[in-house]
T-cell receptor, first 110, second 117 residues
Framework: DAKTTQPPSMDCAEGRAANLPCNHS???????VYWYRQIHSQGPQYIIH???NNETNEMASLIITEDRKSSTLILPHATLRDTAVYYC???????????FGAGTTVTVRA | DAGVIQSPRHEVTEMGQEVTLRCKPI?????LFWYRQTMMRGLELLIY????????DSGMPEDRFSAKMPNASFSTLKIQPSEPRDSAVYFC???????????????FGPGTRLTVT
């Protein structure tokens, strides 16, 4: 039973912001939203996580709606190296397990 | 920091043979995870350890699979006997429970691509 829903693919122009949506309508109060990405032939890489507040780091921004039922990962200035599969994951607090879904294949085009 | 190290990077073996995959986690990390990735099933958690002790092996497909962590710097995933359906990329990841903001961030290795013919 998938806890998150993501579009299977999306394109983005190089230099533009990429906005990746994720639906997690059944999220509980003790569950975080995590984002990982997997560049072709590499292991997944952590991007960002949040509970209910918006978060920003050197890689991306995470916007979580007030009802916490959806979120958006923002890559502010996409580059060709951001082409990857992006996974939105819901994880229970103090549970170390991650369940990866199908993710969104993001292709950044020059 | 060298990151998570896995060996071998590629393994080709014949059905029925024993296969051993190896992982060295990031120094100081106290959690270690083994994942398997296939086109059909995506990325699946097989087993994870905390302080060298297996915590959850519910993802291990069957008795042909076994994992050990004899010390904090080494883990193995063994398949005996191997079958063609075991062909996949196997990832090892490690994590630090005392990370900043309780991120529980997992650091993944480059993976081992296993082909069983």
């Amino acid at each position: 039973d998938a806890k998150t829903t993501q579009p299977p693919s999306m394109d983005c122009a190089e230099g533009r912001a990429a906005n990746l949506p994720c639906n997690h309508s059944t999220i509980s109060g003790n569950e975080y939203v995590y984002w990982y990405r997997q560049i072709h032939s590499q292991g997944p890489q952590y991007i960002i996580h949040g509970l209910k507040n918006n978060e920003t780091n050197e890689m991306a921004s995470l916007i979580i709606t007030e009802d916490r039922k959806s979120s958006t990962l923002i890559l502010p200035h996409a580059t060709l190296r951001d082409t990857a599969v992006y996974y939105c994951i819901v994880r229970v607090v103090n549970d170390y397990k991650l369940s990866f879904g199908a993710g969104t294949t993001v292709t950044v085009r020059a | 920091d060298a990151g998570v190290i896995q060996s071998p990077r590629h393994e080709v073996t014949e059905m029925g043979q024993e296969v051993t995959l190896r992982c060295k986690p990031i120094s100081g990390h106290d959690y270690l995870f083994w994942y398997r990735q296939t086109m059909m099933r995506g990325l699946e958690l097989l087993i994870y350890f905390n302080n060298n002790v297996p915590i959850d092996d519910s993802g291990m497909p069957e008795d042909r699979f076994s994992a050990k962590m004899p010390n904090a710097s080494f883990s193995t995933l063994k398949i005996q006997p191997s079958e063609p359906r075991d062909s996949a990329v196997y990832f090892c990841a490690s994590s630090l429970s005392r990370a900043r903001r309780s991120s529980y961030e997992q650091y993944f290795g480059p993976g081992t691509r296993l082909t069983v013919t």
